[in-house]
């Protein structure tokens, strides 16, 4: 079931409908599939297109993937992403999601994949929320089962520093919501 990743990056898809007209680019592994014609995978690549919106995640997911529950590892870098979309809280196995080189620019929105459990490795790097003073503290702060994030490792001091950038930050916002 870990199979290839069923490849769809580089296909000039716009919205994820799209994706379902499209074929799946063959890699060094084949790609297997099940008697319906579905891939056997736990992997999907959507990366390099001009995808801005997730709504059809589940019914893109449900059509090129034998167990889209499963999903494991999702590239969606380089595409035209503004919003953490709920629809990406809601792939419970995910560990590895790259959504770096977007339009990703509200920081506060990465507190949604919070609800992945298993999600070990994030990519956020190339998008707008970089630019945020304490974006690296607050991801680390705000996802504590991250292992990788932008490619480097989270150390263990990095999470306490996190936590501790995390705490002081809300003292600091609380006590000008005070004096307002």
Not at 89 to 100: A, K, P, Q, S, T
Not at 149 to 158: I, K, L, P, Y
């Amino acid at each position: 079931m870990d199979g290839a990743p069923v490849d769809l990056s580089f296909k000039c898809i716009n919205r994820l409908a799209d994706a379902l007209a499209e074929e799946p680019s063959c890699g060094l592994r084949p790609v297997k599939r099940n008697a319906e014609g579905k891939y056997l995978s736990r992997s999907l690549r959507l990366s390099n297109n001009s995808i801005s919106g997730l709504n059809d995640l589940q019914m893109t997911l449900s059509h090129f993937l034998a167990q889209p529950s499963q999903l494991a590892w999702l590239d969606l870098s380089f595409n035209k992403i503004s919003h953490i979309d709920q629809v990406l809280c809601e792939l419970h196995e995910l560990r590895v999601l790259y959504l770096h080189g977007n339009c990703i620019f509200i920081l506060s929105e990465v507190d949604r994949l919070g609800a992945l459990p298993h999600l070990h490795t994030l990519t956020l790097h190339g998008n707008d929320i970089e630019t945020n003073k304490g974006y690296r503290n607050h991801v680390v702060s705000a996802l504590p089962h991250l292992k990788m994030m932008d490619f480097s490792g989270v150390t263990r001091q990095e999470r306490v520093l996190a936590n501790v950038w995390h705490h002081s930050s809300n003292r600091s916002r609380s006590s000008k919501d005070t004096l307002h």
